[in-house]
């Protein structure tokens, strides 16, 4: 399909050349500076086209960039500079809230489910609730060997992790968080508690800000109840929430 700025700025063109000719043929100078108007439009509609079609190959390209991002081994996304929490060896929220973004878009044209688990951990070791290095890493060893190797997991803060687990419903969700929950009570010196918060797509939102919103909602739900057995409560989001 042709750009209609594309085509206007044809015609223009086309106009201008007609007009051009025309004043060259009868000698009136009104159709020349007609035909300077058609050119003025036609370059302004040429400008305007070659900045759209810029600023489309810079979302290609940034698009491209996260999906070959994507499909890298956990261990391999975890190297790449810039997205990168040092202590666990996770990718970090910036990278978090973009594989959300993309796994939303990806389901959407895929018509399947996409879930978000967030934890919020209370680890056994630390200070002024600031955990040890190694505790973090041992957790996040923990959370990698739990998941697929499709699934993707970041640190997102000093005591929370994110977890994105494609062409999974919000069932699929609570059973992984439990999941990990019983691999983290063999550890009972690395945390104390594993609360939990479920969302997924398109079940609690269309929009990756409304999924990541309502899991957090159902994370800080589960971080102040004290209901829950074993680690902690798992907490699914609530579809009518504001």
């Known amino acids: 399909m042709v750009d209609r700025r594309a085509l206007l700025g044809l015609i223009a063109g ?23 108007g058609c050119a003025l439009l036609a370059g302004t509609a040429s400008v305007v086209l070659l900045q759209r079609l810029q600023e489309a190959e810079r979302q290609c390209v940034g698009a491209a960039a996260l999906s070959k991002l994507l499909d890298l081994p956990q261990p391999a996304r975890a190297e790449t500079p810039g997205l990168m929490d040092l202590e666990s ?6 990278f978090f809230e973009l594989a959300v973004e993309g796994r939303v878009a990806a389901a959407r044209r895929h018509l399947w489910p996409v879930t978000v688990v967030l934890f919020e951990a209370t680890f056994t070791s630390g200070r002024d609730g600031v955990p ?24 997102i803060g000093p005591r929370t992790f994110g977890v994105v687990l494609e062409d999974t419903s919000e069932e699929g969700g609570v059973w992984t968080a439990e999941r990990l929950q019983a691999a983290t009570s063999h550890h009972k010196a690395l945390v104390s508690r594993l609360a939990a918060g479920v969302a997924s797509y398109p079940t609690h939102g269309l929009l990756s800000d409304d999924v990541l919103g309502r899991a957090q909602a159902a994370l800080t739900r589960a971080c102040a109840s004290a209901q829950g057995h074993g680690l902690g409560q798992v907490e699914v989001a609530q579809a009518d929430m504001a």
């Not at 060896?89 to 910036?94: V, Y």
Request: proline share 4%; hydrophobic share 50%.
């Open 14 to 36: 086309l106009a201008g050349l007609a007009l051009g000719t025309g004043a060259v043929v009868v000698h009136l100078p009104v159709l020349a500076v007609a035909a300077a």
């Open 89 to 94: 060896g996770l990718p970090d929220r910036r």
């Open 132 to 155: 040890t290095a190694k505790c973090v890493r041992d957790l996040a060893g923990l959370i990698r060997g739990t998941l697929r190797e499709s699934d993707i997991a970041c640190r």
